[in-house]
């Protein structure tokens, strides 16, 4: 059974970073792609970040282009979201999830994901 477990959430000030980790366990954590999502307050899930088995592609969500980073450590078995210039619309709990086969899948697409975590709140104060 996979298990994925996020970290790193809290309040920061507008203007701030924050640094989410997934630590991932039980699975063939090389294979998989991984994603973030996020849920703001009344808001429906949102694609944010994803990361091909490579490592080599990475995909973003428009409004977090060129200030989120999305990462891989195979050795760790962790998948990261540096998150940079933070703005008040980025408060939300962040997901990471993983698809558990090579090859493309639908990075936006929640339906291709296999393995949730909880999630980790980030709070983001103007």
């Known amino acids: 059974q996979v298990q994925l477990a996020e970290s790193g959430g809290g309040l920061v000030q507008a203007g701030g970073s924050r640094r989410l980790s997934c630590a991932a366990s039980?699975?063939?954590?090389?294979?998989?792609?991984f994603g973030w999502f996020r849920q703001g307050p009344g808001k429906d899930h949102e694609f944010v970040a994803g990361i091909d088995w490579t490592g080599h592609r990475t995909y973003y969500e428009d409004s977090v282009k060129g200030r989120f980073t999305i990462s891989r450590a195979n050795a760790k078995n962790t998948v990261s979201l540096q998150m940079n210039s933070l703005k008040p619309e980025d408060t939300a709990v962040y997901y990471c999830?993983?698809?558990?086969?090579?090859?493309?899948?639908?990075?936006?697409?929640?339906?291709?994901?296999?393995?949730w975590g909880q999630g980790t709140q980030v709070t983001v104060s103007s």
């Open positions: 999830a993983a698809h558990r086969e090579r090859g493309l899948w639908n990075v936006e697409n929640r339906q291709s994901y296999d393995y």
């Open positions: 039980g699975g063939a954590f090389a294979n998989y792609a």
